[in-house]
């Protein structure tokens, strides 16, 4: 009888499951799974996706873009893109959160200003930025001549076109992960803290051994995501230089919507989807594999 109720129960549980798990797991694999399959198939064929064909050509897609200079230097692009605005975001992030954690006036409200620029749409930020950065009649090309500096011509000059996108991407991100870091701050005991004080540590030896290591979750955790976001950044790139000059800010996400809407060249657009799939996986794992061990939970 007992082993007959055990069965009933699991049998129950496994139907709860089901029910609570499968329709998730279905929503996943149509939007997500498939359409992954789907690219990687695209990227063995040509396809104007116009025509209802499509033509399998094997490798050939695959042969001519990594074999061209472009695909290099887009990447190349990527990669200057993620490791700028990445880094920056962190350490400006961390920063900015160390500040709000003292005892200021007005620091609730600082930190509500701090985060209005994670939730504003890209596309407008962008605008904003680009009249900033105009170099005919923008506000910082204005103000720099006002003291006799010549400023640099940001989103048209190829040298300085990607550092523009960089500040822009930064500036909109950094409030939030301030706010994460702020929240990882609070949950450091203050009886550490003062307990390295007695032992005579200075500053920067409390932030190094009591700040860093208990940030170490927090900090992990928005690396893996930010690097991942930064890899999506699109609508900033799109409005302020739309890849260019030439192909200075066009990263692999650019320069697969270029192929694929622009275009019109699903074979390639497909190859640079899966390169950059991969890119991201790839990153992610080793994120997980080499640095998540060095974290300490507790």
Known sequence: MQRQAAARRNAREGVLFCLFVGPNLLLLAIFSYWPLIQNAYLSFTEWDMIAPEKRFVGLENWITVLSSSRFWQIALNSLVFTVGSVGMTLVLGLSLAMLLNQKLRGRDAARTVLFTPTVLSGAA????????????????????????????????????????VIIVYVWKTAGYAAVIFLAGLQGIPRELYE???????????????????????????????????SFQAFDIINVMTAGG???????????????????????????YGVVLFALMLLLTVVQLRFIERRVTYS
Not at 139 to 157: C, E, K
Not at 197 to 225: H, K, M, Y
């Open 125 to 164: 930020v962008a605008i904003v930025w680009y009249f900033i950065f105009d170099p005919n009649w923008g506000l910082l090309r204005t103000f720099l001549g006002a003291f006799g500096i010549p400023s640099p011509r940001w989103v048209v000059d190829q040298h300085w076109a990607m550092a523009a």
């Open 245 to 271: 000059p030439v192909i200075a800010t066009t990263t692999l996400l650019y320069e697969y919507y270029n192929q694929a809407f622009v275009g019109f060249h699903a074979g390639p657009a497909a190859v």
């Open 195 to 229: 307990a390295a004080r007695v032992d005579g540590a200075g500053a920067w030896q409390r932030f190094r051994n009591v700040t860093i290591p208990g940030l170490g979750p927090i900090s992990f955790f928005l690396l893996v995501t930010s690097v991942l976001l």
